[in-house]
């Protein structure tokens, strides 16, 4: 019931910078938890930011100090603000949901989008 759609990627050069949108619609609400996670080929997926329904946020070593995640609740709109990006950024990017009462818990997903491009070059 809840559909992320995500918009903004490209192609950028090294200390460039992108803006991430996930529209988000269907029975979601400020009770879920939301978050990107990035995949590179030959790599596993990972996390790279949350938030959570107080603001809350967490990102992952990689990219702390250059990406910064928001939600704007009245819009439905998640949002990854990326800067200084360098080639090992280049990756798909999806944004995700989970409700908080069990992602608090797991830390998993169960909501994805499809995913936006970002190729970084140097």
Request: with cysteine; charged share 20%; glycine share 10%.
């Amino acid at each position: 019931q809840v559909h992320l759609v995500e918009s903004g990627g490209g192609s950028v050069q090294a200390g460039g910078s992108l803006r991430l949108s996930c529209a988000a619609s269907g029975d979601i609400d400020s009770t879920y938890c939301m978050g990107w996670a990035r995949q590179a080929p030959g790599k596993e997926r990972e996390g790279v930011a949350s938030i959570d329904e107080d603001g809350s946020t967490s990102y992952a070593d990689s990219v702390k100090g250059r990406f910064t995640i928001s939600r704007d609740n009245a819009k439905n709109i998640l949002y990854l603000q990326m800067n200084s990006l360098k080639p090992e950024d280049t990756a798909m990017y999806h944004c995700a949901a989970e409700l908080c009462s069990w992602w608090h818990v797991r830390q998993e997903y169960n909501y994805w989008g499809q995913g936006t491009q970002v190729t970084v070059s140097s």
